[in-house]
């Protein structure tokens, strides 16, 4: 399965989650390394855009085009999540339930609803799984964010 990821041009092919591990995200504690991907190069855009400022977009990005198993992934169903899971902040359930997911070592990847288009998903990476030897990096490209959606 395919999956995208938008970050800095200088990051994009770091894949040990250090940027979510050093800030915390949604999905997990700060200190915990996960790597965040989206299903499309669209809701990976959405997915970015949500962290910068109004009218700012970054300069000197990159999209990476991921390969993951499709056999390693665990789900998680919006009917399983907390009634306030869209919240900003987010509520600590959801880094408890990918902390879990982490330390059990049972999958590669944890198959969420994403908060901004919850029909789409994103694929949180355990750079730490003993199957992580399977994501492959397929394809880097320059990203620039169109103004006119800022």
């Given at each position: 399965m395919q999956v995208h990821r938008i970050a800095k041009a200088a990051y994009i092919e770091d894949?040990?989650?250090?940027?979510?591990?050093s800030v915390g995200g949604r999905w997990n504690f700060k200190g915990v390394s996960v790597?965040?991907?989206?299903?499309?190069?669209a809701l990976s855009m959405l997915e970015c855009m949500a962290h910068f400022p109004i009218a700012y977009a970054p300069k000197d990005m990159a999209m990476?085009?991921?390969?993951?198993?499709?056999?390693?992934?665990?789900?998680?169903?919006?009917?399983?999540?907390p009634n306030n899971w869209r919240e900003v902040p987010s509520p600590r359930e959801l880094k408890q339930l990918s902390y879990d997911w982490v330390k059990k070592q049972e999958t590669?990847?944890?198959?969420?609803?994403?908060?901004?288009?919850?029909?789409?998903?994103?694929?949180?990476?355990n750079p730490f799984h003993k199957d992580f030897k399977m994501v492959k990096m397929k394809k880097i490209v320059p990203f620039t964010f169109d103004n006119r959606v800022l």
């Open positions: 894949l040990t989650g250090i940027g979510a591990k790597l965040y991907t989206s299903s499309s190069i990476a085009v991921i390969d993951i198993p499709d056999h390693s992934i665990t789900e998680i169903h919006r009917k399983d999540l590669l990847v944890l198959k969420v609803p994403s908060i901004i288009v919850p029909q789409e998903f994103n694929y949180i990476v």
